[in-house]
């Protein structure tokens, strides 16, 4: 089958294209799925670097991809939820960027979304709503996005905005006007920053959400009035000596999977969006990889097998 792998960790030249690399077969609990759409992550390049490790121990040699959506093409034992035939969407265990896959943690893919569509929601869904749910926000408070027009901070944003929340998102002037097509109140990351969240915040903030990690936490804990307990980040690598939940661990398989069927239900109903930047062959994983990395992809990359 065709794969992306690699054997080593480093830059984006250890990926390796191969045509003939095994197909996997089901164990118990799993289904083999054929890929149609696969979605690029930040942390595709750094488990690639091997810089998460603690989180996601790697075994030789690897394929890289956490998110997909395909169609079900074999059962393992004791799977009786799901049919051959069946598109779905989810989480692999065995690596997404890969004409076949093993997945445990998946949802039935609606007929009104695309594959791309599907393949760009587990993973901005349930770290938006992990979140969401760790800070507690409810209506009528204020939330302070970081990397609001990012993947997961756009997700979190049509959430929170959902849910009552009033949400000022930090992001670069390019990408107001799609922040306020969400309902946010965008502010310019930078210098100024807490002045400026005050001026579209008169009321405070009561809670962050740091989706950026770029000097983020010392202007949020100053928004905040010292609240540490009501900020958490996905992204800031010195949460720790700031005293700051750093949450990088995925839920219980039940809640992913009810978390992914209502998501898609939202994104049916157009109430949930993900902007897909571009779309590249599983061949161009490197260049793909390379582009998220950069930072500058507006909106989610997505690989398609042949």
């Not at 599907?118 to 992990?130: H, K, Y």
């Not at 006007?177 to 579209?200: E, F, K």
């Amino acid at each position: 089958m065709e794969a992306i792998t690699y054997e080593e960790f480093g830059g984006p030249e250890v990926l390796r294209h191969e045509t003939g690399a095994a197909v996997p077969e089901p164990g118990r609990g799993a289904v083999r799925v054929k890929v149609a759409a696969v979605g690029v992550n930040p942390v595709d390049h750094k488990r690639r670097y091997g810089w998460v490790e603690a989180f996601y121990p790697t075994t030789f040699p690897a394929v890289p991809g956490l998110e997909f959506a395909g169609t079900v093409d074999a059962l393992g034992p004791d799977v009786t939820d799901v049919a051959v035939g069946d598109e779905v969407f989810g989480w692999t265990t065995t690596g997404a960027y890969a004409e076949y896959a093993l997945a445990e943690v998946f949802a039935p893919k609606p007929a009104g979304l695309t594959w791309e569509q599907a393949a760009s929601l587990p993973v901005a869904g349930e770290t938006a709503q992990r979140v969401l749910d760790l800070l507690g926000v409810r209506r009528g408070e204020t939330l302070l996005l970081h990397g609001a027009a990012g993947v997961v901070g756009s997700v979190a944003v049509q959430l929170a905005v959902a849910a009552g929340v009033t949400v000022v998102g930090t992001a670069s002037e390019s990408n107001h006007a799609y922040l306020r097509s969400l309902g946010a109140i965008p502010v310019t990351y930078g210098d100024g920053l807490a002045d400026r969240v005050r001026a579209a915040a008169p009321q405070g903030v009561d809670a962050v959400f740091d989706a950026a990690g770029h000097d983020t936490l010392p202007v949020s804990i100053e928004l905040t009035g010292g609240v540490k307990e009501r900020i958490v980040t996905i992204a800031a690598v010195d949460a720790e000596e700031h005293g700051i939940v750093f949450s990088g661990a995925t839920v219980a398989p039940e809640t992913a999977r009810t978390w992914l069927s209502a998501h898609a239900r939202l994104a049916v109903e157009e109430a949930l969006a993900v902007r897909v930047a571009e779309t590249l062959p599983l061949k161009e994983a490197a260049r793909a990889q390379e582009l998220s990395e950069s930072g500058h992809a507006r909106g989610k990359l997505i690989l398609l097998p042949r």
